[in-house]
């Protein structure tokens, strides 16, 4: 197994990317081996709660815009009430997230519903995820 670590800490949390190779989606949604988001790393939000898993192109992307957007603060709280380290708009996409089973006050959900909200969007949704895009 190889493993590479990227680590960067603000406001006491700390990011930890930790390459694995694993099957991303989670059961329920189709992803066929093999292929680039087959490939997934570990992102630690919070040193108090287990890492998230996500593939490894979104944690490339999501590293610029959560020190933009939050300064990796997963406790930051937005003008609009958008929360976490990618200050997702709970307003706008809470009633989404509770019908999927995630929860928006929990940190790891909101990385996972992040996932599936750039899958779908791009980086339209954030104010730093086009500049991350051109890098």
């Known amino acids: ?29 189709t992803q066929t081996p093999g292929t680039p988001e087959s490939e997934t790393v570990l992102w630690v939000y919070d040193l ?45 996409h809470g009633p989404r997230m509770r019908a999927m089973g995630l929860d928006p006050a929990e940190g790891g959900d909101r990385f996972r519903f992040a996932v599936v909200l750039h899958r779908e969007q791009g980086s339209a949704p954030w104010t730093c995820g086009k500049e991350a895009e051109k890098k």
Not at 7 to 21: E, F, K, N, P
Not at 63 to 83: I, K, R, Y
């Open 1 to 29: 197994m190889k493993l590479r670590f990227l680590a960067a800490s603000a406001w006491g949390l700390a990011l930890v990317l930790l390459q694995v190779s694993a099957v991303w989606p989670p059961s329920g949604l």
């Open 48 to 92: 108090r709660r287990p890492p998230v898993e996500v593939p490894r192109q979104f944690a490339v992307w999501a590293v610029p815009v959560a020190l933009c957007e939050s300064g990796f603060n997963d406790a930051a709280v937005g003008a609009l009430g958008e929360l976490g380290m990618l200050q997702i708009h709970v307003r706008v």
